[in-house]
């Protein structure tokens, strides 16, 4: 049941099968793309790629868990860059004091949809990537061990809480817990039957964790070593020349002026 | 020290910190080389904090106060880091889902060999041998340890131990959370990876050292450490501790229920059988005659109350849920019949829908298709308050919903949500604790209680509610004979007394057969045996097919007389021979 809790969607698709660091400069590109150019139009097309990505690998799911920030960034970014921004262009809206030129609304909307690109590739990677790759290819990137050991660990505990809270919710709403409704303050009370069980159980778990791993030999910093690193691919090469050539292109035709308002 | 201890621990006192009690005061002990090592005693009684010292946890780790001398083959783990010995020593913690730190299986099982440095070519051959060992080669290696069943995960814990091919092996109760047939697999892994009959490389570890509460796997032991009041009560083999019935009693740890029967029979000690076999050569022996006809037809004698009106009707019954895959099958067609004071057991090995199936009588969770009448109207009539105040839910772990400052808060809880207010909510309560037997603990921190009296802490709280049901999942695990015996009392007085419906979600089958009437079996989302318990296991191949094992005195009479309905209990049992002398 865990399984629903945790980002990656078990699939076997072409960006399942992709290595993360090569999956991460795809990525990149992507977010290159949204970033270099301002008009609308052209981010549009990386925005279009991510939700395709998205929704392709069976990203549904996460897309939905975050649909209300997605939106939420999307609305308030169109209506808070206007009043950062110089007008231009035709006047599109005149309410008293409030005047909305065409320029405004179009950068708007650029950064809008560079914003949820962000978003959407980001879903991307979490949605097809384990966690094991992650934590390797962070590895074999450079990263520290100690860092890429407690992102993992991070990574793999949180729907074991999730899982917890679950236990708790239950046990508590047995008991006849009202979970919801009512004043901040009662919704506030209403919490804390939850939380303390959910820190208690966090806790102990650190603690045997913490004493399981020095005796499963765990040394932060002493030598190791690796089993099963990732081996790039053809495929991987490929996209990673791809990538590299479109963030290039795009960086140089920004600079000659391509895409902007 | 003698080269045929592997561990030994001279003159140990040790406290948590200058505040707290002492939890071990003086002891000395060895742990033999090439052997089981069981250690026995009751809960709070120290066996964690001892086996924390066998790899030098405790002092390295937990400072604590400590003194005394731990040595292990020469080395002083006084003075050690345990992660300096981990190649040498390997521990098995109790709680599994804390000690999995991989993100799939295999990551899992090189951990270990990982931070050892072991050469990842020489890894995966540990990793082929280990999880072969732990009888796990069968799953896909790329699944994360989090999608695996309790049993599965716990065996993944000793793959990983094991593949960093330790000398000596520390488990902590490793199947207390195990269905029957995964406490087997987990015990035969255990001695296969002691004699490592797996090809090639490493022989497996010379010795092991394993805490337990079930008496059965220590009389499987070579050896048996008993702690009792902060030290060494008895060590010894099987055969000279677990004969002697007053000294385990006073040490809370549970007695051989061969023991009990024929010492009430008049057996002398030196002479009582600890296995079914055993008894079997005594009885011929010693001339007993056994005959179970005089033994009740139904439930034994003192268990189970009168039935009355239907209580709960199941019709088809299924609930599945989703994966990435496709939807999971929990429960599927299960048609049931629950009355009114009835005290049934269900069981079944993990993962075949148990938990699943007390949900839904519940309404924790709806189910997918068929009908849940509870009353004869539909579960779905009635708001989650009145179905709360109908039917207690007691969890598991009674930390996944203790908060309150106080016990008595604690337990006023359910019943205030329920409405209850003033002095009847103070009379409710008053009288719940009175039922535990915990009035005088009604204003301590429920925090600071052991675990049988947090347990009855959860218990309290639903019987506030003055529910006419209440679902047990697995309410006694981590508790000691003693605690276990009290609360399982309880409970039946509660259902003989009260007409309290119970329905009680167990793997330990000496609980079913003591204490419940009527048995429910599941297997795969099914519920594929409904009927008496003595039916139940008085055929040992069905029992078989459904990995069910029944207690030691039926067992013996399967021996003795299988054509014949079994005794369930010690008592049962003396009657069946004679009587007690």
Known sequence: MSQAYAPFVDRDTLVHRLDPRAKLVGISALFVLAYVFSNPVVIAVPALISLALVLSVGGYRNLRRVRVIVIALFVVGFVVWPVFLAPGGAVLLAVGPVILTEREVFIALGRSLRIVTFILGGLVFISTTTTEELVRGLRQLGVPYPICFAVGTALRLFPTFIGAAGTVRQAQAARGADLGGGSIRARLRGFIPLLIPVFMTAFRNIQTQSMALEARGFDPMGGRSFYGDLRFQRRDWALTLVSVGVMITATLAALGGFGRI | ?581
């Open chain 2, 1 to 581: 020290m003698s080269a045929d201890q592997a561990i030994t621990l001279a003159d140990v006192t040790f406290a948590y910190g200058p505040d707290d009690p002492t939890v071990l005061e003086g002891v000395d002990l060895a742990i033999p080389r090439g052997a089981v090592t069981v250690i026995v005693g009751a809960s709070g009684g120290g066996k964690s904090t001892l086996l924390s010292m066998l790899n030098g946890l405790i002092p390295s780790f937990i400072s604590g106060e400590f003194t005394g001398s731990i040595t292990a083959a020469g080395t002083d783990l006084t003075t050690t880091r345990t992660n300096r010995v981990a190649d040498q020593i390997g521990m098995v913690l109790q709680d599994y889902e804390a000690q999995l730190f991989g993100t799939s299986i295999t990551a899992e099982v090189a951990f270990g060999p990982e931070n050892l440095g072991v050469d990842p070519v020489e890894i995966d051959a540990r990793i082929d041998r280990a999880l072969a060992l732990a009888d796990l080669d069968t799953i896909d290696r790329r699944r994360p340890p989090s999608s695996l069943s309790g049993g599965q995960k716990q065996r993944l814990v000793i793959a990983g131990v094991a593949a960093m091919e330790p000398r000596v092996m520390i488990l902590d109760e490793p199947t207390s959370d195990l269905d029957p047939a995964g406490t087997e697999a987990l015990l035969s892994v255990l001695q296969r990876v002691r004699t490592a009959d797996v090809d090639g490389g490493w022989a497996g570890p010379e010795t092991v050292v394993m805490v337990t509460h079930a008496v059965e796997e220590a009389i499987g032991a070579d050896h048996i450490i008993m702690l009792a009041d902060g030290g060494v009560a008895a060590s010894g083999p099987p055969a000279a501790v677990l004969r002697d019935a007053a000294a385990l009693r006073a040490a809370r740890v549970g007695v051989p229920p061969l023991v009990t029967a024929f010492d009430a029979l008049g057996v002398e000690q030196a002479a009582l059988p600890l296995t079914p076999r055993a008894a079997e050569t005594l009885i011929e022996t010693a001339g007993f005659t056994y005959d179970p006809r005089v033994l009740p037809v139904g439930a034994p004698a003192e268990t189970g109350a009168d039935t009355g009106a239907e209580l709960f009707a199941l019709e088809g019954v299924r609930y599945e849920y989703p994966t990435d895959r496709e939807p999971v099958i929990a429960v599927d067609a299960v048609d049931l019949q629950i009355d009114r004071g009835a005290f049934i057991a269900l069981i079944g090995h993990n993962g075949s829908g148990k938990s699943t199936l007390s949900k839904l009588l519940h309404g924790l969770l709806d189910p997918t298709a068929g009908t849940v009448t509870l009353d004869g109207a539909p579960l779905g009539s009635y708001s989650a308050t009145e179905r709360g105040r109908r039917i207690g839910y007691v969890f598991q772990n009674p930390d996944h919903q203790l908060f309150a400052e106080t016990v008595r808060d604690e337990v006023a809880f359910g019943p205030s949500n329920f409405g209850y207010s003033g002095d009847d909510l103070d009379a409710r309560v008053s009288a719940a604790l009175e039922t535990v037997d915990l009035s005088p603990l009604a204003d301590e921190d429920p925090f600071k209680l052991s675990r049988g009296q947090r347990q009855r802490v959860a218990l309290a709280g639903i019987l506030a509610t003055d529910p006419r049901c209440i679902i047990f999942d697995e309410p006694t695990t981590g508790l000691d004979a003693t605690q276990h015996r009290q609360f399982m009392q309880l409970v039946g007085r509660l259902n003989r007394t009260e007409g309290l419906t119970v329905i009680m979600i167990t793997h330990d089958m000496e609980t079913v057969a003591r204490y419940a009437p009527r048995a429910v079996v599941m297997d795969a989302g099914r519920v594929v045996f409904d009927g008496n318990t003595r039916a139940l296991f008085s055929d040992p191949d069905r029992l078989a097919r459904y990995q069910l094992r029944a207690p030691q005195v039926t067992q013996l009479a399967h021996r003795l007389a299988p054509e014949m309905p079994p005794p369930l209990t010690e008592r049962e049992l003396i009657a069946a021979l004679g009587g007690s002398r």
